[in-house]
């Protein structure tokens, strides 16, 4: 998947625990996305970063939090699961700037919220 | 309020039976409609750029095309390797990307 590493894969977690997916790239990108994909609603973004602590909200950002601590990994987390976010969560990367924002995707964390 | 539909949600073509795919748009600012591909269990992979209208890319069995509202996917002859959902998505001046529900096609041999 072109440098992009999604972890973990597949989590199943309880109502009311924190979760922490973690998206990991060796292209040196500066822009990286979280977009959540549900049945009925396409890719929807949560947050994105265009720089080392430099993020900013997406379209379904309530309930997630980010961090970019280096330009490598990005890391979203849920403080505190619902079930509204039972989902698939896939990384994005991009090199926005050329005029076209082509994302490279990751193969996706499947979370589970019971 | 930026927004992508695309039609049909599912298409059953027999192999070698050419159809389109519907992507229609109402945007601010249209800076680029891409295509992807997205296949059962994985993240989606790109496979197209469109600037303008009139614009027309081909790779293989498929060709996209822009108008000021809407595009297609033409697909000329498919197999069943081109079974996969394929997701059309419009880029702004606004520098965020808004991703239509999808098409699934499935390509029976």
């Known amino acids: 998947d072109a440098g992009i590493t999604q972890s973990p894969r597949h989590k199943v977690t309880e109502t009311g625990t924190p979760v922490t997916l973690r998206c990991h790239q060796t292209e040196n990108h500066r822009y990286m996305y979280w977009y959540r994909q549900d049945p009925g609603h396409g890719l929807r973004l949560i947050h994105y970063s265009y720089g080392v602590k430099d993020t900013d909200k997406g379209e379904v950002s309530d309930g997630y939090s980010v961090s970019r601590s280096k330009t490598e990994d990005f890391l979203l987390t849920l403080e505190s699961a619902t079930s509204s976010q039972t989902s698939v969560y896939f990384c994005?990367?991009?090199?926005?700037?050329?005029?076209?924002?082509?994302?490279?995707f990751g193969a996706g964390s499947r979370l589970t919220v019971l | 309020e930026d927004q992508v539909t695309q039609s049909p949600e599912a298409l059953r073509l027999q192999e070698g039976e050419s159809s389109s795919l519907n992507c229609s748009y109402t945007?601010?600012?249209?800076?680029?409609l891409f295509w992807y591909r997205q296949d059962p269990g994985k993240g989606p992979e790109f496979l197209f750029t469109?600037?303008?209208a009139g614009e027309e890319k081909e790779k293989e069995r498929l060709k996209a095309t822009l108008t000021k509202k809407e595009s297609f996917l033409h697909i000329t002859a498919p197999k069943p390797e081109d079974s996969a959902t394929y997701l059309c998505?419009?880029?702004?001046?606004?520098?965020?990307?808004?991703f239509g529900d999808g098409t699934t096609l499935t390509v029976k041999p």
């Open positions: 994005a990367i991009s090199e926005q700037g050329s005029g076209a924002n082509v994302l490279t």
């Open positions: 998505a419009v880029h702004t001046n606004a520098g965020k990307s808004t």
């Open positions: 945007v601010s600012g249209l800076r680029g």
């Open positions: 469109l600037y303008s």
